[in-house]
């Protein structure tokens, strides 16, 4: 899947349409540059997923770990501040690692993610536009 989002909201829209496809157990490795809009498509997806406002969604940068209950739950990591996946391991988190896992910035941890998962890159455009680019599992 590839698409262009123009806006915040259109990027969140399509975080929810992907969440509608989703399984409980799947893991969504989430890569682009800062800023490139990774929270804002989890937004979406959480929302869709646990039932929850997007407000209530916001990036783990210094905790490492959200975890949002509901309808479903959600475990969303984000690895930026980590070295690699010792420690990512040594700060407990692979105790959380299952059910549905969205991990921004995956690359930190390449080698303990499993094979079977969705790999979405994100790339601004300028003008506020993104591309979304979807696929399974490469990394």
């Known amino acids: 899947m590839k698409r262009i989002s123009n806006s915040a909201e259109e990027t969140e829209k399509i975080g929810r349409e992907i969440g509608q496809e989703l399984s409980a157990d799947a893991t969504l490795c989430l890569s682009g540059d800062l800023g490139a809009g990774k929270t804002t498509l989890i937004k979406g997806i959480v929302s869709e997923v646990v039932g929850i406002s997007p407000h209530e969604v916001t990036s783990p940068t210094f905790t490492y770990l959200n975890i949002y209950e509901g309808k479903e739950t959600v475990y ?3 690895c930026y501040r980590l070295q690699d996946e010792k420690a990512f391991l040594e700060r407990g988190l692979g105790d959380y690692f299952e059910g549905l896992c969205l991990l921004e910035w995956p690359e930190k941890v390449k080698g303990i993610l499993p094979k079977e998962r969705i790999s979405i890159h994100i790339s ?5 536009k993104r591309e979304i680019i979807c696929e399974k599992n490469p990394l």
């Open 76 to 78: 969303h990591f984000d």
């Open 124 to 128: 601004y455009l300028g003008e506020g």
